[in-house]
C-alpha cells in the first residue's frame, strides 16, 4: 500500500473478486474536500494570510517554490484534517483539492522537509510564535464576534504531554509521574480555544497562568459587561484571587479541603433527618468566609455537602470566589467548567495536540498552537454553520462527516471542477460553508 511504502503503479486483486481491480494512480481524486471549508473560514475571516508578514522569510527568492503563506495553510490544513505527523505531507501534497485550497492549483505542495522547516526554523521561534498567537486571536475574535452574549466564561485547565525522547525542556512530573511536557490552555465555556501554552514538565499547574490569561482580559475586557473565570483546585492562588479581584472579574475556583474547612462546615455534617432515598443523592448546600494563612484578607467559600444512599460522611467541595450569586447558584456555574477537560481530551484524542516530538522546544510550542487554530477553524463549522442539532456535534464528528469527503477533480476552460458524490447526505452543509445556503 502507497502509505506502508508500496508503488502508486501497483494493483491489487482482492481474493473474493479477482475481476476487481484496485490500484493507486488517481491523481485528480482527493480523499478530503473539507479542505475547501477550511480555506473558506480561514478566508472569510483572514486568519493564517497576515502570518506572513510576521515573519522573516530567510530563503532565495529564486529557488522559492512554496510562500510561507501557503505552507502555514497546508500545515494548519492538514492537523485539522487529522494529519498531524509532516511525514504526511509526501503523499498529501499531490491531493489535487488541498493543492487549491493552499493557493497552488496545478503544482504539488510542499513536502514533508519544508514543513519541517516551517516548524524549526521560522515558527519555533519568538516571532513564530507570536505570528501563530495573533492568528489565533484573529480566530476567537471571528468566533466571540459572532456570539453577540454579554458575559465571557473563562475556563483555564492544564494537561500532560507524555514524552518518549530526549526533547528539550522534558521533564519528570511528580503529579503525573511520567516525562513530559505541561500545556496549559484557555476556553470560553462554549468551546472556543482562547490559549494554548506548552510549559516544561516539571512546572505547578498555575504556573504562568496571569501572564497567559492576561492579554485574553484585555482584549475582551471591552467586548463583555462580565468576565468569568473558572479553574479548579491547582489554580487555588492567592495571586490569581487577587489579580481578578483587582481587574473586577468574577471568579469560582476550586479549594482543596483542609482541616479548617472541615471545622467550618462540621455543623452540616450530620445526616439529613428521615429514610435515605433508595436511589438518588442528598445534596446540601452552605456558604462561610475563611481566610488561609497565605491571603490577605477572608474571602467566600461555598461548599456543597453531598450524601449518597448509603454514605455517613459526605463528598465535599469547596469553591472559593467573589461571586455575589445564590451559594446554589455558584455551584451550578462552577460544575460547568467540567467542559474544558472534555475539549482538551478532544484536542489531544483527535488533532494529537500531544504529538510534540521535535527534539526543539520551540518548534514543539508551534506544534501545539498550530493545532489549537486547526480546532478553532473546526469550530467555526460547528459555531456558524452546521446547524440546530449539529452544533453539538464533535470534532471528530466534523473531521470524519464533512472533511474527509471523496471527490474528483477536473479542470475545463480554466476552471476548476470539484465533483462530490451526487449522494452525499451532508451536501447543504457545503452549501452553507460556501454560500449557497
Known amino acids: ?34 479542505f475547501l471549508l477550511l480555506r473558506e473560514m480561514d478566508e472569510r475571516f483572514d486568519i493564517i494570510g ?34 498531524e505527523d509532516c511525514n504526511d505531507a509526501d503523499y498529501l501534497r499531490i491531493d489535487p483539492v488541498l493543492r487549491l485550497a493552499i493557493g497552488k492549483g496545478h503544482k504539488l505542495g510542499a513536502s514533508q522537509s519544508m514543513l519541517s522547516g516551517l516548524e524549526n526554523e521560522v515558527l519555533g521561534n519568538e516571532a513564530g510564535l507570536k505570528a501563530l498567537d495573533g492568528a489565533l486571536q484573529r480566530s476567537t475574535d471571528a ?64 504556573d504562568g497562568t496571569l501572564p497567559f490569561i492576561h492579554p485574553i482580559v484585555e482584549r475582551y475586557r471591552s467586548w463583555f459587561g462580565l468576565l468569568w473565570l473558572r479553574g479548579d483546585a491547582a489554580f487555588a492562588n492567592p495571586d490569581i484571587y487577587e489579580y481578578c479581584e483587582k481587574k473586577r472579574i468574577t471568579y469560582f475556583i476550586r479549594l482543596r479541603a483542609n482541616a479548617k474547612l472541615y471545622e467550618e462546615v462540621s455543623p452540616h455534617m450530620a445526616r439529613p433527618v428521615g429514610r435515605p432515598p433508595r436511589s438518588g443523592r442528598q445534596v446540601k448546600v452552605v456558604d462561610f468566609h475563611y481566610q488561609a494563612k497565605s491571603w490577605t484578607r477572608p474571602r467566600r467559600v461555598v461548599c456543597k455537602l453531598e450524601w449518597g444512599p448509603n454514605q455517613l460522611i459526605p463528598d465535599m467541595n469547596f469553591i472559593v470566589t467573589n461571586s455575589r450569586l445564590h451559594r446554589t447558584k455558584v455551584i451550578k456555574v462552577y460544575n460547568g467548567r467540567g467542559d474544558v477537560e472534555n475539549r482538551i481530551k478532544e484536542g489531544k484524542n483527535t488533532l494529537r495536540w500531544d504529538k510534540t516530538s521535535c527534539h526543539r522546544f520551540g518548534a514543539n510550542c508551534a506544534r501545539l498552537k498550530m493545532g489549537a487554530l486547526a480546532y478553532n477553524l473546526l469550530h467555526m463549522l460547528r459555531q456558524f454553520y452546521v446547524m440546530g442539532e449539529g452544533v453539538r456535534r464533535s470534532v471528530e464528528w466534523l473531521i470524519r462527516r464533512l472533511i474527509k469527503i471523496g471527490a474528483r477533480v477536473s479542470c475545463h476552460a480554466r476552471k476548476w471542477h470539484v465533483h462530490v458524490a451526487s449522494a452525499f447526505p451532508l451536501a447543504h452543509y457545503y452549501r452553507a460553508v460556501l454560500g449557497y445556503g
Request: charged share 25%; proline share 5%; with cysteine.
Open 143 to 206: 468566533l466571540l464576534g459572532k456570539q453577540g452574549k454579554r458575559r465571557l466564561i473563562v475556563d483555564v485547565d492544564s494537561t500532560k504531554d507524555p514524552a518518549h525522547g530526549s526533547q528539550e525542556n522534558v521533564a519528570y512530573n511528580g503529579h503525573f509521574g511520567t516525562n513530559c511536557y505541561h500545556p496549559l490552555f484557555a476556553f470560553t465555556s462554549d468551546g472556543v480555544c482562547l490559549g494554548a501554552k506548552l510549559r516544561p514538565g516539571n512546572v505547578h499547574s498555575a
Open 1 to 34: 500500500m502507497l502509505g506502508d511504502g508500496g508503488s502508486q503503479k501497483e494493483v491489487l486483486r482482492p481474493d473474493f473478486n479477482r475481476s476487481i481491480l484496485v490500484d493507486f494512480q488517481g491523481a485528480k481524486i482527493s480523499s478530503d474536500t473539507g
Open 50 to 83: 497576515p502570518m506572513s508578514d510576521c515573519l522573516e522569510d530567510r530563503r532565495s527568492p529564486v529557488h522559492t517554490r512554496h510562500s510561507l503563506t501557503r505552507m502555514n495553510r497546508q500545515r494548519v490544513y492538514q492537523i485539522a484534517a487529522g494529519y
